[in-house]
């Protein structure tokens, strides 16, 4: 397995919407558009987790410094968001399941 | 900041519960009784993203090795999950923000 990097942004939001989803979507698609990005996966319940995951440190430093994107990030902290936590975690390890591999469906 | 470890559980759910609730709640209570443990989130939408918090590697392999969660997972296997990702990573760098820490509310 190639090293590669995730980000955990966990966050707590305010209780308004003020544009959130629109930015949310526009944000996922500039990621998607960074060199080094691998993916996202996202979830909110309580809270919210996005993990997105780069290919390096300093891919992942560009996105943060992008300017649309510091943009939104100045307004998360204004309006979107009671709190949030950035953790970057290096992968060192990776292994999944698949229920169809198991026990392959007839076709 | 001390190292620590993140395991990032990602996973695609079968249609029906059976059981797979209580079995949640049970282990989030066992997983947090394990030495080492630091602390975790949780959220599912499309997807459900588990991250679990761990001052080691050991601490993280022994509670993988745990009889009782041992189950769950030959369990989940078979019943619960249609596919899951698990990713452990070391936690490189992190950061908050907390809005009352910006904006304190008047008491």
Redesign the interface.
Known sequence: MDTY??V?F?SKR?PEDKGYADMADRMLELAAQQPGFLGV?????????T?SYWENLESIANWKRHTEHRLAQARG?ETW????????????????????A?NPQPK
Chains 1, 2 share one sequence.
């Open positions: 990097y995730a955990i966990t305010a996966e996202s979830a909110r319940q309580e809270i919210g987790i993990v902290r968001y009671d709190s949030y936590t950035v953790r970057i975690a290096k992968v060192e390890k990776e292994y999944s399941f698949f229920q169809d198991v």
